[in-house]
């Protein structure tokens, strides 16, 4: 089994940063896929960014080049820096967590608000 704490996100206005960050906790192999995804209301959940054990990453178009996905292995720790951001970013903001078995675990969630 694996958890995950999610913590960051809140209401910042247009143009500004927020950090997410994703702690994993339990017993897993090394070799995973962390990644954070969302879901505005009405819409589906969809990719935002993820990021292979061996660092290798994946950005939706729409966030390149705003957004940085980090992780630290010795933490077993993924962080999403997000800045210049739009209210069409706005969303809940999920952390998952892909198993060398191809398994998936899910945080809770934290709230993204872009808004003047």
């Known amino acids: 089994q694996v958890q995950l704490v999610e913590s960051g996100g809140g209401l910042v206005q247009p143009g500004g940063s927020l950090r997410l960050s994703c702690a994993a906790s339990g017993t897993f192999f090394s070799f995973n896929v962390m990644g954070w995804y969302r879901q505005a209301p009405g819409k589906q959940r969809e990719l935002v960014a993820v990021i292979t054990s061996g660092g290798s990453t994946n950005y939706r178009d729409s966030v390149k080049g705003r957004f940085t996905i980090s992780r630290d292995g010795a933490k077993n720790t993924v962080n999403l820096e997000m800045n210049s951001l739009k209210p069409e970013d706005t969303a809940v903001y999920y952390c998952?967590?892909?198993?060398?078995?191809?398994?998936?675990?899910w945080g809770q969630g934290t709230q993204v608000t872009v808004s003047s």
């Open positions: 998952k967590f892909q198993s060398h078995t191809g398994r998936d675990y």
